[in-house]
Every structure is written in structure tokens, then in C-alpha cells.
């Protein structure tokens, strides 16, 4: 069957309902796999224990806290669904409270009033997953791609 994507309220159906597990990898790489290439786009003169990372369409994945247990925890994850982001962040509210939570559309990165996000405030951008949801919107999602990369161009700090 076809999901709408674009609608928040399936994504928060989704994350609300036991089918959605304690964690899941839409992809079945696991940490291990993307650690090397997200700790080696930390620019170049940043301690990993301050990059400002900014993870993507988020959902229940372990990625942000694996992160955080290797050294980064500055992690702001980033997801459409006020569910699972209200869920994650009373989970690791005090192990991991570095860890950022913002429920909002990534497309709406492309604004600093709109998204609360500075411009250049962030050193890496991580999506898993994100963009391929997008591309099953009608139309391929470019409209919605093209604002989600506008946005990530601007609040990713040059040498990022």
C-alpha cells in the first residue's frame, strides 16, 4: 500500500503505534557502517565533543545516541512527528541531556523564522533516510528536496 508522507499525522500514527518498536533502522546499516564518514565531515580544527550535529528526519532510530556515546553529544534530532519526537526526548532526557529534540518539517530549514535555526549553526548534517520518504511524495518531492537542501545550505557553517 501507498503512504502519504507528506502527512504528519500518518507519521505520527505510525510512531505511536506498537508497530513502530522501541528503535528502527529504515536502512539496516548500523552505526559501525556511517561512523567514519559522519565523524570525518566534523570540519577539520572541531573536537568531535564540540560539532554541532543536526540529524535529519530522526524517526526512532539509535543514530543520535550512538552518537552521543561516541563523543558527540551535541545532537540536535530532527523529525516531522511530534510523537516519536516527544518520546525520544523523555527517554534520554537524563542520559543523554546534551541531546537535542525539535519537531518540525525539515523544509522549513530554509527559514531562519520559520525553523528557529541560525544560519552556519551547525557543523554536520545527517540524513539516513529523510530524502528517500520525500521522494515518494507526488511528483518525486522536488520542491520539498529543493527547500530541505536550501535549508541544510544554510544552517550548515561553511566547512561543513
Same mark, same amino acid.
Given at each position: 500500500?501507498?503512504? *502519504? !508522507?507528506?502527512?504528519?499525522?500518518?507519521?505520527?500514527?505510525?510512531?505511536?503505534?506498537?508497530?513502530?518498536?522501541?528503535?528502527?533502522?529504515?536502512?539496516?546499516?548500523? !552505526?559501525?557502517?556511517?561512523?567514519?564518514?559522519?565523524?570525518?565531515?566534523?570540519?577539520?580544527?572541531?573536537? %568531535?565533543?564540540?560539532?554541532?550535529?543536526?540529524?535529519?528526519?530522526?524517526?526512532?532510530?539509535?543514530?543520535?545516541?550512538?552518537?552521543?556515546?561516541?563523543?558527540? %553529544?551535541?545532537?540536535?534530532?530532527?523529525? !516531522?512527528?511530534?510523537?516519536?519526537?516527544?518520546?525520544?526526548?523523555?527517554?534520554?532526557?537524563?542520559?543523554? %541531556?546534551?541531546?537535542?529534540?525539535?519537531?518540525?518539517?525539515?523544509? *522549513?530549514?530554509?527559514?531562519?523564522? =520559520?525553523?528557529?535555526?541560525?544560519? *552556519?549553526? !551547525?557543523?554536520?548534517?545527517?540524513?539516513?533516510?529523510?530524502?528517500?520518504?520525500?521522494?515518494?511524495?507526488?511528483?518525486?518531492?522536488?520542491?520539498?528536496?529543493?527547500?530541505?537542501?536550501?535549508?541544510? =545550505?544554510?544552517?550548515?557553517?561553511?566547512?561543513?
Amino acid at each position: 500500500s501507498t503512504h *502519504d !508522507y507528506s502527512d504528519q499525522e500518518f507519521w505520527d500514527e505510525y510512531y505511536s503505534s506498537p508497530a513502530s518498536g522501541d528503535a528502527y533502522e529504515w536502512f539496516e546499516q548500523g !552505526y559501525d557502517v556511517v561512523r567514519g564518514v559522519i565523524l570525518n565531515g566534523i570540519p577539520k580544527g572541531t573536537r %568531535p565533543e564540540e560539532a554541532r550535529v543536526l540529524h535529519l528526519g530522526c524517526g526512532n532510530s539509535r543514530l543520535g545516541a550512538e552518537l552521543y556515546d561516541d563523543g558527540v %553529544p551535541n545532537v540536535m534530532n530532527l523529525d !516531522y512527528s511530534s510523537e516519536v519526537i516527544a518520546a525520544l526526548a523523555e527517554r534520554h532526557e537524563w542520559d543523554r %541531556p546534551e541531546m537535542g529534540w525539535v519537531a518540525m518539517d525539515a523544509a *522549513d530549514l530554509d527559514s531562519e523564522e =520559520a525553523s528557529g535555526m541560525a544560519a *552556519d549553526s !551547525y557543523d554536520v548534517l545527517v540524513d539516513k533516510a529523510m530524502l528517500d520518504a520525500i521522494s515518494c511524495l507526488p511528483g518525486g518531492g522536488e520542491e520539498t528536496m529543493k527547500r530541505v537542501a536550501k535549508g541544510g =545550505a544554510r544552517v550548515l557553517r561553511p566547512g561543513g
